[in-house]
Structures are given as structure tokens and as C-alpha cells.
């Protein structure tokens, strides 16, 4: 599925992610590809894996060969709903291979977040692991399934499976060296859409479409901001549910034909042991919560170059100087629209961002363009350029009442983030957040939808958004039964229902 008029050639090739792996493989088939968290039981089923190239590729093949006879034809939508383990890597991968399209979806989001978001996109099938944590996700997405007449599989890593669920563990002991290769499509793979993510502005959330160019040229600014070298070692403790997950962990990976480890959520002396084994090359995290992982000792000695992933850019700016040996690269994220990479310099500082064309690495004289900044009438950051979506998906939502994504006749497309204009410098720096959203860590909330919702169950209720230190946000509630409404609020958002246990046991 091609979306628009083809885009002229740009720094991103057109390669697809599936074939950069392969060329990854075939340079260091017995190298290691991938590795699990050391904590892997802790939180779902099944003992920590690490996988070769060659195991991978075998992994992706059979996974490919498994969707493909389930019946699923090319450019199908498949949901993917996974831990940060090899098992999302080897989903994504093994479903582009098959050719169809991924829509990662958050963890935290429960029954009716899913049934609106994929019943919008039009997916037939979710993939998602048994248990991850507390919630039983696969019995969670038979219930999604049977309110969504178009999803016609569920498929699941893990034991102890429901009823009607296809089980995908096999496909790590599958003989299947290769899948049979779907029909060509026509023009360049690279052109036709690979993943769909969703984005939340002031009037809901809406479905984003990118090609592999566009998820190529994302990873690409990161890698080469960062300097990576050949075959790096990642670390990671950003899941690829999202564009900045994609491209700060899974595109360079691909781009560096290294080792990608892998983190969920996080736990201090999990990642430290992480971090000293590694002994060196790129870890990826959350930027608020950089200063508070390096005071712990958590991050090894001989860590060359850091990447944080910051979701409140407009935070940035506050963040303290920094002083180690390592290389920093700050990523501000501007939810699923784009990007922006920048290595901090000698002073420790964030660098602004330049208003205009934005290139990777910052400064060389051999940047490569990247992306364009601009600040809007409206006082807001826009962006075009090779990683920047253009189209409304699924084609015709643009003539339709919900909300999509749209860009200016410039191929502007804006961020919904405040910026501010330094004439002095041309450059800009971001003063705001989105309108209306509150936002806690990688998730972000209509806040007159979280008071919809808890009103419905109790309309005495209170609940509001407060600064935190590492979150961005917190949510706070009152109630006369803080526990009752916790409790009925669970299978909505783990999150909102959070805000009244917290309350309730302070």
C-alpha cells in the first residue's frame, strides 16, 4: 500500500527494514542479534532468549510463514500488543517480511482504547504475548476480537493459551529456513507503508502511516547523531510501540548490524548488570530519567554514548548540564509526527534547534538533511522531510469527521507543541506542550476523556494532572471510595485507576 505521490530519493535508500536485516545476517550470521531481559520471568512467560542472526532469520521466517497461511493477504493490518523482548522484534520483523503492515499498540492500553484504535485502522488479526505482567493480554484480546467482526486471528507467544488462540512459541524451534515470498507488489517496497502508530491531539487519536523510508530516515538521524559504530552493542529500555521507540532502538540496530538488548519497563539492578555486561557502546532510556540512573551507578563505566528519548521535549531545556565522559544525544520526540536529534556539546547543554533544514550529524560539513523546522503563524512547531508522514490513514480519512493527520500545501505537517523564535540565532526552542493532553511518561491522555471517564463511574470524583519530576505528569483523584473506583476503573486505563490507589494509600 503506497499512500500519495512517491517522494523524491533522499538520504534514507530504499531499502526495507527486512532487507537491511538480511544484510546484517549475511555479514555476521553467528554474531549475536538479539537478547532478552535478564528479568524476562519476572513479567511474562518463558526463560530469557538470546538469538544469533541466523536463529532470528529462521525466527522471522517461520513467523512470516505462519501469518501467511493463517490467511492473510499483503497489506494487512496486524496489531501488535508485546513485551520489550525478542519475541516484539521478531513480530515486527517477521510480519514485514510477509508483507503486511504493523500497528504496534501500548501496553497499557485495555479493551475499548484497542477497539477503537484498530477498529478505525481496519486490522485483522492481534499479536500478543499471554501474560505480560498482571494482565492476562491474550484472553484481553479475545474480548477485543469479539467486539471487532474484522479481526479474524489472535495469535499468541506464551503458554496456557485461551480457547481459539493461534500459539506462536514454535516459531523459535521451526525448521522453516525461508518463507515462501509473497506476490511482488509493484513500484519500490520501500515506498509502501510498514507500520501505522497512533498519535493523540486536543480533538482524540488518530492513526499515522509510515513507509520504510520514513522509518529508515528516523533511524537514521539518531544513528548518525550518535556516531555508532559498525556492529554496535544497544541497550534499550524503549519498546518500538512508536515511531521514537522504532527509531531509537530497531533502525539503528539495523542500520549498526549489532546486538540489540533488550529492558521492559525498568528495573535499576536488571539494567545496571545490563549496562556492565554490555561494557561499553549505546544505551537507550528515558531522558527525566537520566540523572536519576546515573547517580544510582547504574550505567556501566565504559558506556561510550547515551540516547535519551524525551516525549515533553519542552522539558529539555530545563534538564541538567552534563559532565560524564560519555556522549549525550537528546531526542525529542514530537509524539508520532517526528524527531529531532541533538548531540549535547563541550558546556553539557541541550542545543537549540535550528530553524530550517536540519541535517545528521549536527555541524558536520557531510550532514545529511534530515528535516526541516518551522515555526508556525499559530506560534507552533511543524516539520517536513524524509521521516515526516504526509498521508491520512487509512486512505479517505481525510474526507471524513475524525481526527487525522494532515499537512499544509508545503508538506508542513505541525507538531501541536509551543516553539519560540530566536531572530538572533534562527533558532527555535519548544515553550509548551500540546493543548489539552496530559502526559505520563510515553503515554498521552485527552484530559476531558479521563474526566469523562471517571465521571461515568462515579460522577462525585475529581481527578487532575500534577507535575512529577520523571513522569512529566501524574494523575490524582479523589473519591468518597478511592478503592471502588480503582477497582472499576482497572479494565479501562491501569494508569487512571493508579490515581486513586496512590491517593487512597497515601
Known amino acids: 500500500m503506497i499512500l500519495g505521490e512517491k517522494r523524491r530519493q533522499t538520504a534514507a535508500d530504499c531499502a526495507t527494514l527486512d532487507d537491511l536485516f538480511r544484510r546484517a545476517g549475511v555479514r555476521?550470521?553467528?554474531a549475536p542479534a538479539l537478547i532478552d531481559p535478564?528479568?524476562?520471568?519476572?513479567?511474562?512467560?518463558?526463560?530469557?532468549?538470546?538469538?544469533?542472526y541466523v536463529q532470528a532469520d529462521r525466527a522471522i521466517s517461520a513467523f512470516a510463514a505462519r501469518l501467511r497461511q493463517l490467511g492473510l493477504a499483503t497489506d494487512t493490518v496486524v496489531a501488535l500488543q508485546l513485551p520489550n523482548t525478542v519475541e516484539g522484534v521478531i513480530a515486527l520483523l517477521g510480519a514485514l517480511r510477509a508483507r503486511l503492515i504493523v500497528a504496534p499498540v501500548p501496553l497499557l492500553w485495555r479493551q475499548q482504547d484497542m477497539v477503537d484504535a484498530l477498529g478505525r485502522i481496519g486490522a485483522k488479526a492481534i499479536i500478543t504475548h499471554a501474560r505480560i505482567g498482571n494482565t492476562a493480554h491474550a484472553a484481553l484480546a479475545m474480548h477485543v476480537a469479539a467486539e471487532l467482526f474484522p479481526i479474524r486471528y489472535v495469535c499468541a507467544f506464551g503458554g496456557d493459551l485461551p480457547d481459539g488462540v493461534v500459539p506462536l512459541d514454535d516459531v523459535f524451534t521451526s525448521d522453516q529456513a525461508e518463507v515462501v515470498a509473497p506476490p511482488a507488489r509493484p513500484g519500490n517496497p520501500a515506498a509502501h507503508v510498514a507500520a501505522v502508530t497512533f498519535d493523540i491531539g486536543a480533538d482524540g487519536t488518530f492513526a499515522v502511516a509510515r513507509n520504510?523510508?520514513?522509518?529508515?530516515?528516523?533511524g537514521l538521524a539518531t544513528y548518525?547523531?550518535?556516531d555508532a559504530a559498525s556492529?554496535?552493542?544497544?541497550?534499550?529500555?524503549?519498546?518500538?510501540t512508536s515511531f521514537a521507540g522504532m527509531a531509537l532502538t530497531v533502525l539503528p540496530w539495523l542500520l549498526s548490524g549489532g546486538t540489540l538488548t533488550l529492558h521492559h519497563v525498568f528495573d535499576p539492578n536488571t539494567f545496571a548488570?545490563?549496562?556492565?555486561?554490555?561494557?561499553?557502546?549505546?544505551?537507550?532510556?528515558?531522558?527525566?530519567?537520566?540523572?536519576?540512573v546515573a547517580s544510582a551507578g547504574c550505567l556501566g563505566e565504559q558506556t561510550k554514548t547515551i540516547v535519551t528519548l524525551w516525549r515533553s521535549p519542552e522539558r529539555i531545556g530545563a534538564s541538567a548540564p552534563w559532565r560524564s565522559k560519555a556522549t549525550l544525544i537528546d531526542v525529542a520526540s514530537f509524539g508520532e509526527i517526528g524527531l529531532l536529534a541533538a548531540r549535547r556539546g563541550p558546556d553539557g547543554l541541550p542545543a537549540p534547534i535550528p530553524c530550517g533544514s536540519i541535517g545528521a550529524p549536527r555541524g558536520s560539513a557531510s550532514a545529511v538533511p534530515m528535516c526541516e523546522a518551522v515555526r508556525t503563524g499559530a506560534g507552533r512547531l511543524a516539520l517536513r522531510g524524509s521521516m515526516v508522514p504526509m498521508h491520512a490513514f487509512p486512505p479517505g480519512a481525510e474526507r471524513g469527521h475524525t481526527t487525522h493527520l494532515s499537512a499544509d500545501a508545503a508538506s508542513f505537517v505541525e507538531s501541536g507543541f509551543g516553539c519560540a523564535l530566536d531572530r538572533n540565532t534562527i533558532t527555535l526552542s519548544i515553550t509548551g506542550a500540546r493543548g489539552g493532553l496530559t502526559t505520563i511518561g510515553g503515554y498521552r491522555f485527552c484530559q476531558r476523556d479521563v474526566d469523562a471517564l471517571v465521571a461515568n463511574v462515579d460522577p462525585t470524583a475529581t481527578i487532575i494532572a500534577l507535575p512529577d519530576v520523571l513522569l512529566g505528569q501524574r494523575l490524582a483523584g479523589a473519591a468518597a471510595d478511592c478503592a471502588a473506583i480503582a477497582a472499576r476503573l482497572q479494565s479501562a486505563n491501569p494508569l487512571i485507576a493508579g490515581a486513586f490507589r496512590l491517593r487512597n494509600a497515601a
Open 273 to 292: 548488570v545490563q549496562c556492565h555486561r554490555q561494557n561499553g557502546g549505546i544505551i537507550v532510556l528515558p531522558g527525566p530519567a537520566l540523572a536519576a
Open 38 to 52: 535478564d528479568n524476562r520471568q519476572s513479567f511474562t512467560d518463558g526463560a530469557p532468549r538470546s538469538l544469533s
Open 224 to 226: 548518525l547523531e550518535s
Open 28 to 30: 555476521r550470521p553467528h
Open 231 to 240: 556492529d554496535a552493542a544497544i541497550l534499550s529500555s524503549i519498546p518500538p
Open 212 to 218: 520504510h523510508m520514513e522509518l529508515v530516515s528516523g
